[in-house]
Protein backbone atom coordinates (compact mmCIF):
# COMPACT_ATOMS: atom_id res chain seq x y z
CA UNK A 1 0.00 0.00 0.00
CA UNK A 2 1.49 3.08 -0.89
CA UNK A 3 1.41 5.98 1.81
CA UNK A 4 2.29 8.91 -0.30
CA UNK A 5 -0.51 9.07 -2.88
CA UNK A 6 -3.41 9.03 0.32
CA UNK A 7 -4.80 11.75 1.31
CA UNK A 8 -6.96 12.18 4.59
CA UNK A 9 -10.67 12.45 4.35
CA UNK A 10 -10.18 15.52 6.13
CA UNK A 11 -7.79 17.19 3.43
CA UNK A 12 -9.89 15.70 0.55
CA UNK A 13 -12.93 17.14 1.98
CA UNK A 14 -10.63 20.90 2.34
CA UNK A 15 -9.82 19.83 -1.19
CA UNK A 16 -13.61 19.84 -2.40
CA UNK A 17 -14.93 22.46 -1.09
CA UNK A 18 -11.85 24.81 -2.10
CA UNK A 19 -12.65 23.44 -5.94
CA UNK A 20 -16.40 23.91 -4.92
CA UNK A 21 -15.82 28.05 -4.06
CA UNK A 22 -13.49 28.47 -6.98
CA UNK A 23 -16.36 27.19 -8.79
CA UNK A 24 -18.68 29.24 -7.54
CA UNK A 25 -17.09 32.76 -7.90
CA UNK A 26 -16.77 31.90 -11.38
CA UNK A 27 -19.89 30.76 -12.06
CA UNK A 28 -21.18 34.27 -10.42
CA UNK A 29 -19.17 36.40 -11.97
CA UNK A 30 -20.19 34.53 -15.27
CA UNK A 31 -23.40 35.72 -14.40
CA UNK A 32 -23.04 39.29 -13.68
CA UNK A 33 -20.49 39.96 -16.60
CA UNK A 34 -23.38 38.32 -18.50
CA UNK A 35 -26.13 39.61 -17.23
CA UNK A 36 -24.75 43.42 -18.58
CA UNK A 37 -26.89 44.80 -20.66
CA UNK A 38 -25.25 46.93 -23.42
CA UNK A 39 -24.15 50.90 -23.14
CA UNK A 40 -27.26 51.83 -25.18
CA UNK A 41 -29.59 49.27 -23.44
CA UNK A 42 -28.81 51.01 -20.28
CA UNK A 43 -29.47 54.35 -21.36
CA UNK A 44 -32.33 53.67 -22.79
CA UNK A 45 -33.56 51.92 -19.72
CA UNK A 46 -32.20 55.02 -17.31
CA UNK A 47 -33.88 57.96 -19.97
CA UNK A 48 -37.49 56.06 -19.16
CA UNK A 49 -37.18 55.78 -15.82
CA UNK A 50 -36.25 59.87 -15.59
CA UNK A 51 -39.23 60.27 -17.43
CA UNK A 52 -41.77 58.47 -15.40
CA UNK A 53 -39.83 59.90 -12.60
CA UNK A 54 -40.62 63.40 -13.75
CA UNK A 55 -44.57 62.55 -14.59
CA UNK A 56 -44.98 61.17 -11.22
CA UNK A 57 -43.38 64.62 -10.27
CA UNK A 58 -45.88 66.57 -11.15
CA UNK A 59 -48.64 64.89 -9.28
CA UNK A 60 -48.87 66.87 -6.39
CA UNK A 61 -49.38 69.99 -8.10
CA UNK A 62 -52.58 68.04 -9.95
CA UNK A 63 -53.26 67.13 -6.33
CA UNK A 64 -53.01 70.76 -5.13
CA UNK A 65 -55.29 72.16 -8.27
CA UNK A 66 -57.90 69.64 -6.97
CA UNK A 67 -58.00 70.18 -3.30
CA UNK A 68 -58.64 74.06 -4.35
CA UNK A 69 -60.90 73.23 -6.86
CA UNK A 70 -62.87 70.08 -5.78
CA UNK A 71 -62.71 68.66 -8.73
CA UNK A 72 -62.76 64.83 -8.64
CA UNK A 73 -58.99 63.23 -8.68
CA UNK A 74 -60.38 60.82 -11.55
CA UNK A 75 -60.77 62.11 -14.87
CA UNK A 76 -61.87 59.53 -17.33
CA UNK A 77 -62.21 62.13 -20.07
CA UNK A 78 -58.82 63.79 -20.28
CA UNK A 79 -57.68 60.22 -19.99
CA UNK A 80 -59.48 58.87 -23.18
CA UNK A 81 -58.25 62.04 -24.46
CA UNK A 82 -54.15 61.45 -23.71
CA UNK A 83 -54.85 57.91 -24.45
CA UNK A 84 -55.81 59.20 -28.04
CA UNK A 85 -53.00 60.83 -28.59
CA UNK A 86 -51.16 57.72 -27.49
CA UNK A 87 -52.56 55.61 -29.97
CA UNK A 88 -52.41 58.04 -32.78
CA UNK A 89 -48.34 58.33 -31.97
CA UNK A 90 -47.89 54.87 -31.42
CA UNK A 91 -49.38 54.19 -35.35
CA UNK A 92 -47.20 57.03 -36.76
CA UNK A 93 -43.81 55.64 -34.84
CA UNK A 94 -44.36 52.15 -34.68
CA UNK A 95 -44.74 51.58 -31.44
CA UNK A 96 -46.69 48.45 -30.11
CA UNK A 97 -49.92 50.86 -29.57
CA UNK A 98 -51.06 47.96 -26.67
CA UNK A 99 -48.06 47.86 -24.71
CA UNK A 100 -48.29 51.95 -25.08
CA UNK A 101 -52.15 52.07 -23.70
CA UNK A 102 -51.13 49.83 -20.83
CA UNK A 103 -47.96 51.86 -19.93
CA UNK A 104 -50.12 55.13 -19.93
CA UNK A 105 -52.76 53.40 -17.91
CA UNK A 106 -50.41 52.73 -15.67
CA UNK A 107 -48.99 56.31 -15.09
CA UNK A 108 -52.57 57.48 -14.61
CA UNK A 109 -53.24 55.44 -11.67
CA UNK A 110 -49.56 55.90 -9.77
CA UNK A 111 -50.21 59.74 -10.51
CA UNK A 112 -54.22 58.90 -8.65
CA UNK A 113 -51.94 56.98 -5.81
CA UNK A 114 -50.08 59.86 -5.48
CA UNK A 115 -53.00 62.43 -5.40
CA UNK A 116 -55.19 59.83 -2.68
CA UNK A 117 -52.68 60.01 -0.29
CA UNK A 118 -51.67 63.55 -0.42
CA UNK A 119 -55.92 64.51 -0.26
CA UNK A 120 -55.84 61.82 2.83
CA UNK A 121 -53.45 63.88 4.45
CA UNK A 122 -54.69 66.61 3.28
CA UNK A 123 -58.24 66.12 4.89
CA UNK A 124 -56.45 64.71 8.23
CA UNK A 125 -54.55 67.98 8.67
CA UNK A 126 -57.30 70.01 7.73
CA UNK A 127 -55.57 71.87 5.20
CA UNK A 128 -56.70 74.99 4.19
CA UNK A 129 -57.07 76.25 0.52
CA UNK A 130 -53.29 76.50 -1.03
CA UNK A 131 -52.27 79.79 -1.85
CA UNK A 132 -51.76 80.11 -5.21
CA UNK A 133 -51.98 76.38 -7.07
CA UNK A 134 -50.77 75.88 -10.30
CA UNK A 135 -53.52 75.82 -13.07
CA UNK A 136 -54.77 72.12 -13.63
CA UNK A 137 -55.57 73.53 -17.65
CA UNK A 138 -53.49 76.28 -18.18
CA UNK A 139 -50.10 74.81 -16.72
CA UNK A 140 -50.10 71.52 -15.40
CA UNK A 141 -52.02 69.44 -17.98
CA UNK A 142 -49.58 71.07 -20.89
CA UNK A 143 -46.83 70.06 -18.87
CA UNK A 144 -47.74 66.60 -18.88
CA UNK A 145 -48.77 66.48 -22.89
CA UNK A 146 -45.28 67.63 -23.34
CA UNK A 147 -44.10 64.51 -21.64
CA UNK A 148 -46.29 62.35 -23.65
CA UNK A 149 -44.38 62.70 -27.00
CA UNK A 150 -41.05 61.95 -24.85
CA UNK A 151 -42.91 59.18 -23.31
CA UNK A 152 -43.92 57.53 -26.56
CA UNK A 153 -39.89 57.85 -28.04
CA UNK A 154 -38.43 56.50 -25.15
CA UNK A 155 -40.84 53.39 -24.97
CA UNK A 156 -40.37 52.73 -28.79
CA UNK A 157 -36.53 52.59 -27.89
CA UNK A 158 -37.28 50.31 -24.31
CA UNK A 159 -39.15 47.86 -27.08
CA UNK A 160 -36.13 46.97 -28.83
CA UNK A 161 -34.12 46.32 -25.71
CA UNK A 162 -36.77 44.71 -23.38
CA UNK A 163 -36.01 41.18 -23.78
CA UNK A 164 -32.33 41.73 -24.27
CA UNK A 165 -30.11 40.02 -21.39
CA UNK A 166 -29.90 42.05 -18.23
CA UNK A 167 -32.40 44.32 -18.59
CA UNK A 168 -34.97 43.35 -15.70
CA UNK A 169 -32.75 43.34 -13.51
CA UNK A 170 -31.04 46.83 -14.60
CA UNK A 171 -34.83 47.91 -14.48
CA UNK A 172 -34.84 46.77 -10.89
CA UNK A 173 -31.59 48.11 -9.72
CA UNK A 174 -32.00 51.01 -10.70
CA UNK A 175 -35.87 51.76 -10.43
CA UNK A 176 -35.85 52.98 -6.63
CA UNK A 177 -32.60 55.68 -7.47
CA UNK A 178 -34.13 57.02 -10.20
CA UNK A 179 -37.65 56.92 -9.65
CA UNK A 180 -38.68 58.90 -6.27
CA UNK A 181 -43.04 58.59 -5.66
CA UNK A 182 -42.70 60.41 -2.54
CA UNK A 183 -45.15 57.60 -0.85
CA UNK A 184 -42.65 54.88 -0.19
CA UNK A 185 -42.87 53.12 -3.80
CA UNK A 186 -46.10 51.81 -4.07
CA UNK A 187 -46.70 54.44 -7.67
CA UNK A 188 -43.33 53.24 -8.93
CA UNK A 189 -44.44 50.20 -8.58
CA UNK A 190 -47.58 50.86 -10.16
CA UNK A 191 -45.82 53.05 -13.02
CA UNK A 192 -42.95 50.50 -13.77
CA UNK A 193 -44.79 47.06 -13.87
CA UNK A 194 -45.73 46.98 -17.83
CA UNK A 195 -42.00 47.70 -17.99
CA UNK A 196 -41.08 44.75 -15.63
CA UNK A 197 -43.98 42.52 -17.37
CA UNK A 198 -42.14 43.63 -20.99
CA UNK A 199 -39.19 42.78 -20.00
CA UNK A 200 -40.69 38.99 -18.52
CA UNK A 201 -42.77 37.94 -21.95
CA UNK A 202 -42.36 37.97 -25.38
CA UNK A 203 -45.44 40.57 -25.77
CA UNK A 204 -43.74 43.51 -26.86
CA UNK A 205 -42.39 43.24 -30.60
CA UNK A 206 -38.53 43.83 -31.62
CA UNK A 207 -38.55 46.53 -33.97
C1 LIG B 1 -53.29 64.30 -13.80
C2 LIG B 1 -54.60 64.27 -13.67
O1 LIG B 1 -55.27 63.37 -12.81
C3 LIG B 1 -55.55 62.05 -13.15
C4 LIG B 1 -54.36 61.45 -13.78
C5 LIG B 1 -54.12 61.68 -15.11
C6 LIG B 1 -52.76 61.57 -15.68
O2 LIG B 1 -51.89 60.98 -15.05
O3 LIG B 1 -52.54 62.15 -16.78
C7 LIG B 1 -55.19 62.05 -15.93
C8 LIG B 1 -56.44 62.23 -15.44
C9 LIG B 1 -56.78 62.00 -14.04
O4 LIG B 1 -57.47 60.78 -13.95
C10 LIG B 1 -55.46 65.22 -14.42
O5 LIG B 1 -56.66 65.29 -14.10
O6 LIG B 1 -54.95 65.89 -15.31
Do not use: C
Not at 106 to 126: G, M, P
Request: glycine residues 4%; charged residues 25%; proline residues 6%.
Amino acid sequence: MGTSTTFSPAFLQIMLRAILLVALVLGVGYQVHAAEPSNDARQTVDQLLRLVDERLAIAPDVAKAKWNSGDPIDAPAREAQILDSVVAEATREGIDEAFAQTFFKHQFEASKVIQHRLHEQWRQTEQPPFESPPDLAEDIRPQLDQLTPQLMSSLRDFQVVAESEGVRQYLENNAETLVDDGVGGVAREEALRPLYEATDTANVDKQ
